[in-house]
């Protein structure tokens, strides 16, 4: 697993090619994540089952509900199948561009 830091952000990319361990590492870790936005990089993976992408739904529900971002980037995935609660995007740049969206939102009151 390799974290990055980016101000108010923290990128997360699976180094081990096992998306079950890698949730496993995430879950364990969590308190090191918490107060940040996270986004994880899944983009190493030629294809994401959507089963594969739904075991991060219940993180993604538990720290969006702490009013941070969870922002998840996979590139070949059919993105009508994710529901609505979860953010899935192809590439780094628009997971960026979502955090800076979501963060507005949350200054207005949304």
Same mark, same amino acid.
């Given at each position: 697993m390799k /974290? $990055? $830091? #980016?101000?108010h952000t923290i990128n997360i990319k699976d180094t081990q090619g096992d998306i079950a361990s890698f949730l496993e590492k995430i879950t364990s870790n969590y308190?090191? %994540? =918490?107060?940040?936005?996270? /986004? &994880?990089?899944?983009t190493q993976y030629a294809t994401i089952t959507?089963? $594969?992408? @739904?075991? %991060? &739904?219940s993180l993604s529900n538990k720290h969006r509900e702490? #009013? =941070?971002? %969870?922002? +998840? /980037? +996979?590139?070949?995935f059919d993105f009508n199948d994710a529901p609505e609660e979860m953010m899935i995007v192809p590439? &780094? @740049?628009e997971?960026?561009?979502v955090i800076e969206m979501e963060e507005i939102e949350r200054d207005l009151g949304f």
């Open positions: /974290v $990055e $830091e #980016k101000g308190n090191s %994540f =918490k107060d940040h936005n996270i /986004v &994880l990089d899944l959507l089963q $594969e992408g @739904l075991s %991060f &739904l702490a #009013k =941070k971002s %969870f922002v +998840i /980037v +996979i590139n070949d590439t &780094l @740049l997971a960026h561009d």
